[in-house]
């Protein structure tokens, strides 16, 4: 099956620049989330989508990202305006429900702001 | 709350053994391990539910024990392959499967 698809692959910003992510997920999977993960530490939660419902975002900083997903299917994160401590790695997972059969992750968009 | 992983990394020759510990203070419904290569997305590798049994593929195992808290992932007679960060991910409830990533271990596996 195909796995978990992302875009861009890098990006690199300056400050208060915005940008967007994209994830597509595997078909079929109703869960879908983003994690930021900071170099040298484990993935954090920002989101997780049911369908095309918010489950969870209590950890997302509502005050410059935001993110949607649509039909259930694709799913974009975006930053406005982006800061420095945004630089990190954003993946992109996907899985059943429950999850009893694990995450499968997206290759990740590593951003850069300067 | 961030489970806790020790050791924060392992150095191996091939063939040796290596455990890697989580703990978290929270009741736990499941615990799941991945392998993160270096940039790469986690991969899974295997979940452990209250109540179920030890799990493990290959020389990759890994145990629940759900009064503590804890979980631990066996490697034996490790492989280059091995090598990478692992980290567990925690979930306190059957009704939602958010994860909460651990701290990390980092493993390498020398010839």
């Known amino acids: 099956e195909a796995g978990v698809a992302q875009s861009p692959r890098y990006k690199i910003i300056e400050k208060r620049q915005s940008v967007a992510f994209w994830c597509n997920p595997i078909s079929g999977h109703a869960t879908l989330y983003w994690y930021q993960q900071i170099l040298g530490q484990g993935p954090k939660l920002l989101i997780q989508f049911q369908n095309n419902g918010v489950v969870d975002d209590s950890q997302l900083p509502k005050d410059r990202f935001s993110a949607e997903r649509l039909k259930g299917v694709d799913s974009t994160l975006k930053i406005q305006p982006a800061k420095l401590e945004d630089s990190a790695v954003y993946l992109c997972a996907s899985s059943l429900v429950p999850a009893g059969y694990g995450y499968t992750f997206g290759s990740g968009t590593r951003l850069t702001v300067v | 709350q961030q489970p806790v992983q020790s050791p924060q990394a392992v150095i191996l020759r091939e063939g040796e053994d290596a455990v890697i510990n989580c703990s978290s203070s929270?009741?736990?419904?499941?615990v799941h391990w991945y392998r993160q290569k270096h940039g790469e997305a986690p991969v899974f590798l295997m979940i452990?539910?209250?109540?179920?049994e030890q799990k493990g593929h290959e020389k990759i195992s890994a145990s629940f024990n759900e009064k503590k808290q804890q979980s631990s992932l066996y490697l034996t007679a490790s492989q280059l392959s091995y090598s990478g960060t692992y980290f567990c991910g925690t979930a306190v409830s059957y009704n939602t499967d958010k994860l909460i990533f651990g701290t990390g271990t980092r493993l390498q596996v020398f010839p």
């Open positions: 929270k009741a736990l419904y499941s």
């Open positions: 452990l539910l209250k109540g179920g």
